[in-house]
């Protein structure tokens, strides 16, 4: 055998197992997506909003990234999606409108740009050399502290604005539901 020549993983060795792991985190984003996207009911919608954040977190944690991955669970998951829960709880029952565009092109149109767009990127991908990056850092909460205390500064104050806005905007989706 060819000692230059390198096989692919099994789906049984520990490599094929990640790599099967790591579909099932992009599945389940995927699919959490499309819950959120196409579902009838808005608490439907965001039980895939959260299913959605999971596997975004799942692939954070892929990337050996674990604090980054808690902090998606607890910040999108915890704060974002549970608070519009409630916004959506306590306002008022509206009738059910369809709105959007409507016709019979809408939907094979729609398809056939997903179709090209998912082909392009997957024809990129395939075609391009993957080189490994180098550590940069640890990856450990004091190094990412620091950072986002010093050099990130001015995007993690974004962050709690974005934050702050969203929970502004379900009391106020609540208060609204409350005076019907």
């Not at 892929?62 to 709880?89: D, E, R, W």
């Not at 080189?131 to 962050?159: C, H, Q």
């Amino acid at each position: 055998m060819n000692p230059t020549m390198v096989t692919s993983p099994s789906l049984f060795s520990v490599d094929g197992l990640v790599g099967l792991v790591f579909l099932v985190m992009i599945a389940i984003t995927i699919i959490g997506g499309l819950i959120a996207c196409n579902a009838e009911r808005l608490v439907r919608a965001v039980a895939g909003l959260i299913v959605c954040f999971v596997g975004v977190a799942g692939i954070y944690f892929y990337l050996n990234s674990p604090f980054v991955s808690m902090m998606q669970i607890l910040i999108y998951v915890g704060a974002v999606a549970v608070t519009i829960a409630f916004a959506i709880m306590l306002a008022a029952p509206e009738e059910s409108k369809k709105m959007g565009p409507s016709g019979i092109l809408i939907g094979p149109l729609g398809f056939v740009s997903a179709a090209l767009l998912a082909g392009g990127f997957s024809v990129l991908a395939l075609r391009t050399e993957w080189i490994p990056m180098a550590k940069i850092s640890d990856g450990s909460i004091k190094a990412i502290g620091i950072d986002l205390l010093t050099r990130y500064s001015m995007v993690f104050e974004l962050i709690s604005i974005v934050l702050l806005i969203a929970i502004l905007g379900a009391l106020v989706i609540a208060r609204a539901g409350r005076q019907s």
